[in-house]
């Protein structure tokens, strides 16, 4: 007996050893895990800097002081701006290196390879993009020309290897150890792919082919009846006098068209579309409505302090850690304070001594689809009368796990190109094309004038931006900026015929034409992903602009009181009013014949003032009210199977604004009318509340139903401990806090809003999440309260290490130089 329990426990021993030795599928080996030494605990022992450190670094000039505040945010001094960015990527690398390794992963298509075979068709899919294609491309250009763009990315990278050389064991954070492979050494290429990631998260859409079929089955009256170029609500960004458009006789203006879908591309722009619709939610979405900002700025005349402030909030995926990463650079050239994305090397939303800048996203139409004739063989496309032969790249798509998926990229003069058995499609994208924004953000980091700054926004190509401007002389402005492209056949509805040169982009708008302003009269200028300009700039034609409900919204805001103070900027961020009220809540006052719940519905809405905090109800049986609105008025198959009109046009149909056709209601014999389909929706809306909720009140409030959750970016539920939330959210669909979906995931992912009263200016700034990408580290989520809470931390930009508070010296590194 005593031998078989022996034997047991030795087979037991052995098991135990070998199960915590090896690898099982996706499952890394449990012992490395558990090792008290390098394992999960050790990390845990090391999730937060301490002390002082000095570290020698290849390739510096000069000594760099690195010195993190008590949220964890590195404020970099040196003599030498290139060392300077060199810390910067030590710094990011050791605070969100999974982060610069996986983003990049997202631009190349190389899930698979960490992730296994589950990742193949998005990796495809991302491949067929073009992103990687545009961002060796352009890494070719930034390497030929030698320039500043070149000398910033080798500096940055060789921080990040210099962290990834050095880095011992117990410090790989942990998603690299629950999906069981290493980071990789960082190139000037992984670069390049953040930057191409963030204009594919901007600009990416498959919207062209969905709104050609629209207007193939309405009819092109109909069509542009539903979905006009041109919204009814809305301000542009440019006001209406003291803009400083070119005159009207020198404005671009060309013809729209109408391209029709080819039959043979059906099914590839359709799938297509459907495999992008389904990412939505992931890291790999691309463009979807939701994301955009907002950014103003008052200025003296118009602000209590008689100095200009600017405020600037970005709409984005809300990831944890955070898209962002606080960062401040002081050296002889510069002192600025911003946000940067790990992996790019310079702050990307900033203000340093003497002026600053917001983004917000521009909607106009940056990709087209480009249908191919082949011929019989199916290699060769036909472009103005001569058939060319496609190129041909072999790619291998390296997968966890199993056997590589190796298999044919197509390439036209168009761009990437898709084939099935029946036709090809062809991929023309600005992401394809030069793009010499980091250059731009090098100037604009540097800018100390008006007149720079302008000058630094002449490099800026991709993603197209609305970038507004504040200095300490007073100044405002803002600019669309970017590439935009003018096609020589003008902007149409729908796939492009490849086989002439008409579908060409032949040139961009140039710096002068596009939308600009300059210390308006009014005294302030915003903008919330509006059109930029009138109907009468024929450049900015499009489908995929923003509700104009928050440009309604901040107009009123910023024209109804004459003087703001700093309080109000911020307070007007988060604001949560819901501009749809005035529109459609009016529209129920003279409704009779209800039932006796319906007319209570209709009371509450017709009391409510617009507020969409948490503690009311009226939010709720709002959303469910323009939700059945909507439904019962696009019922047409047409809308099932594509895109809704948007509110706007639902508004005007009600108002007789648009043809009455669209009233009546599919399921009903009679003719309908307004009232009809609003009487309707209040008595859907009964049903939907008492089945869902009850009819008790108590349960009809939005915080109960309407919450925010920060997920992990990879957005595994692998990884859902890393998660925060659901928390109880203000806002509603395009309130200026913007929180669509009863789970909101994309909104303010920065709020920023900088006092240019004072000389450095004073900024004011959060995001959800914190500093470090390490979940035992109280910087991973130290800052969700106050972003919940709608406060802001001071951010401290001194000009030298004497100027920063003691209090705020957490920890300190001397990165020693070589010279």
Known sequence: MKQFLLLLFLTLSAAYIFILSNSFGSVPPLGSLFDPSEGVY?????????????????????????????????????????????????????????????????????????????????????????????AQKNYERIKEEKGIELDVVQAYVRGINAYISSMKKKELPLEFRLLNYEPEYYTELHVIRILQYMTFDLTYRTSDPVY???????????????????????????????????????????????????????????????????????????????????????????????????????????????IWYEAHISTPELNTYGVTIPGAPLPVEAFNNTLGWAFTNSGTDQIDYVALTLDETGNKYLYEGVYRELEVVSDTIKVKGADPVIENRYFSRWGPTIKDEKGAVSIQWVAHGTSRTLRAQWEMNHAKTMHEFQQALTYWDTPMQNIIYGDIEGNIAIRSTGVLPVRQDGFGVGVLNGSSAAAKWVDRVSFDEVPYSFNPPQGFLTSTNQQPADSTYLHYQGYDWGPGYRSLRIDALLRGKEKHTVEDIKRYQSDVYVVQRDLFVPLLEELEALSDKAEELRTILTNWEGISDVDRVEPLLFDHFLDNLNALTWDEAVFNEHRRPKEDRLYALLTGNVSPVWLDMQDTDAVDEAEDVLKRALEETVIQITDTYGWDKSNWLWGKHHKVVF??????????????????????????????????????????????????????????????????????????????????????????????PEQEKSSSVVFAGNG
């Open 42 to 134: 050790a990390l845990a022992r090391n999730a937060h800097h301490t002390g002082d450190d000095r570290i020698v670094l290849g390739g510096q000039t000069d000594s760099v002081t690195v010195v993190r505040d008590h949220r964890g945010v590195p404020h970099i001094f040196s003599e030498n701006t290139f060392d300077a960015i060199t810390a910067l990527g030590y710094v990011v690398a050791q605070d969100r290196l999974f982060q610069l390794d996986f983003i990049p992963r997202v631009a190349a298509g190389r899930l698979s390879e960490i992730l296994g075979s589950s990742m193949v068709e998005t990796d495809r899919f991302l491949r067929e993009t073009g992103m990687e294609w545009g």
């Open 212 to 322: 050609a079929e629209l207007n193939e089955k309405l009819g092109s009256e109909s069509f542009k009846e539903l979905y006009p170029v041109f919204a009814d609500l809305f301000i542009p960004i440019i006001p209406e006098k003291g803009g400083l458009l070119p005159p009207q006789e020198k404005r671009p203006v060309y013809t729209s068209t109408e391209h029709s879908l080819a039959e043979n591309t059906k099914g590839i722009l359709r799938g297509l579309h459907e495999q992008h619709a389904s990412l939505r939610g992931t890291l790999y979405e691309g463009y979807i409505e939701g994301k955009g900002s907002n950014n103003w700025a008052v200025g003296p005349p118009r602000s209590q302090n008689g100095s200009v402030v600017l405020a600037g909030d970005m709409h984005l995926s809300l990831w944890l850690p955070s």
């Open 711 to 804: 997920k992990h970016y990879t957005r595994s539920e692998a990884l859902r401990a890393l998660w925060k939330g659901p928390f109880a959210f203000p806002g509603f669909t395009a309130t200026l806090s913007p929180a669509s979906n009863r789970e909101t995931t994309h909104s303010a992912s920065w709020r920023v809003v900088v006092d240019f009263s004072t000389s450095p200016p004073v900024g004011y700034g959060v995001y959800p999440g914190g500093q470090s990408g390490n979940p035992f580290s109280t910087n991973y989520d130290a800052h969700i309260q106050t972003y919940l809470d709608f406060d802001y931390f001071e951010l401290l930009n001194p000009t030298s290490l004497d100027d920063l």
